[in-house]
């Protein structure tokens, strides 16, 4: 329904968006289907807004996607905070659904504590890493002037890759319960996680003028940096875990 005056203002109008609030000027109807498709999909998810968009993106070409979103070209991407919370809801929800038991696959040692700290602090122990993550990306390439929060952001979009990735191994887990099988498909899930830690630094780095053979070792050694880091952080929460919480 075009309309010469604005519905929310009654401000003359003569383009798209009314001047003066910003509504757009062609509204609809209410009905089933645009119930679903815009107002529900659009206020759980913003998908017409990034969601799928930004998803794409970090598969297809992570660093330079997101290199672009920290210089400004935000539009179409979906905010790094709110998808960072909606993967860790979407991960640990299907995380109930599991057919195997966490002790056989993991060990009873690794699960015992963790465990304990995950059920309540789950989102916390996730978000615990990134800033440690950021500290290695941003000492190991001061020479491209990006400052810390940058990096930041960078790994909160690095770890959303993650929570897809290991997504599809939580699916995995609902579908399969042999163990044997289940153990090599973590197994190629953590190699792909660590190539694609790699390819993501790599990519976003590499308009900086850094020679090729030195962005390769840098992004390397910082790829390995995050997995010990990674390492470091879960061990210690276990341990902490079995002390205090179990």
């Given at each position: 329904m075009e309309n010469s005056k604005c519905l929310n203002c009654n401000s003359e109008i003569e383009n798209n968006f009314c001047s003066i609030?910003?509504?757009?000027t062609t509204t609809h109807r209410f009905s089933l289907k645009h119930f679903v498709v815009?107002?529900?999909?659009?206020?759980?998810?913003?998908?017409?807004?990034?969601?799928?968009?930004?998803?794409?993106?970090?598969?297809?070409?992570?660093?330079?996607?997101?290199?672009?979103?920290?210089q400004g070209k935000r539009v179409q991407y979906f905010n790094y905070f709110t998808l960072f919370l909606i993967l860790l809801g979407i991960n640990h929800f299907v995380?109930?659904?599991?057919?195997?038991?966490?002790?056989?696959?993991?060990?009873?040692?690794?699960?015992?504590?963790?465990?304990?700290?995950?059920?309540?602090y789950y989102k916390v122990l996730k978000f615990i890493s990134i800033p440690f993550?950021?500290?290695?990306v941003y000492l190991f390439f001061?020479?491209?002037?990006?400052?810390?929060?940058?990096?930041?952001?960078?790994?909160?979009?690095?770890?959303?890759?993650?929570l897809i990735i290991y997504l599809v191994f939580e699916i995995f887990l609902i579908i399969c319960n042999d163990l044997s099988v289940l153990k090599a498909i973590k197994r190629i899930i953590d190699f792909?996680?660590?190539?694609?830690?790699?390819?993501?630094i790599y990519q976003y780095f590499s308009v900086f003028y850094y020679k090729k053979y030195s962005l390769?070792?840098?992004?390397?050694?910082?790829?390995?940096?995050i997995i010990l880091l990674q390492w470091f952080v879960l061990n210690t929460i276990n341990n902490i875990g079995k002390m205090y919480f179990h």
């Amino acid at each position: 329904m075009e309309n010469s005056k604005c519905l929310n203002c009654n401000s003359e109008i003569e383009n798209n968006f009314c001047s003066i609030c910003g509504q757009k000027t062609t509204t609809h109807r209410f009905s089933l289907k645009h119930f679903v498709v815009h107002d529900f999909i659009h206020g759980v998810f913003h998908l017409d807004k990034g969601f799928l968009f930004t998803i794409k993106e970090l598969f297809t070409r992570p660093g330079h996607s997101i290199r672009e979103y920290i210089q400004g070209k935000r539009v179409q991407y979906f905010n790094y905070f709110t998808l960072f919370l909606i993967l860790l809801g979407i991960n640990h929800f299907v995380q109930n659904y599991s057919s195997v038991n966490n002790v056989e696959l993991y060990g009873k040692e690794i699960v015992s504590g963790y465990m304990t700290l995950a059920e309540n602090y789950y989102k916390v122990l996730k978000f615990i890493s990134i800033p440690f993550w950021a500290c290695v990306v941003y000492l190991f390439f001061r020479k491209s002037k990006q400052n810390y929060l940058e990096m930041l952001i960078l790994c909160m979009y690095m770890m959303c890759g993650m929570l897809i990735i290991y997504l599809v191994f939580e699916i995995f887990l609902i579908i399969c319960n042999d163990l044997s099988v289940l153990k090599a498909i973590k197994r190629i899930i953590d190699f792909f996680t660590v190539v694609y830690f790699f390819w993501f630094i790599y990519q976003y780095f590499s308009v900086f003028y850094y020679k090729k053979y030195s962005l390769i070792v840098r992004s390397l050694v910082c790829t390995i940096l995050i997995i010990l880091l990674q390492w470091f952080v879960l061990n210690t929460i276990n341990n902490i875990g079995k002390m205090y919480f179990h």
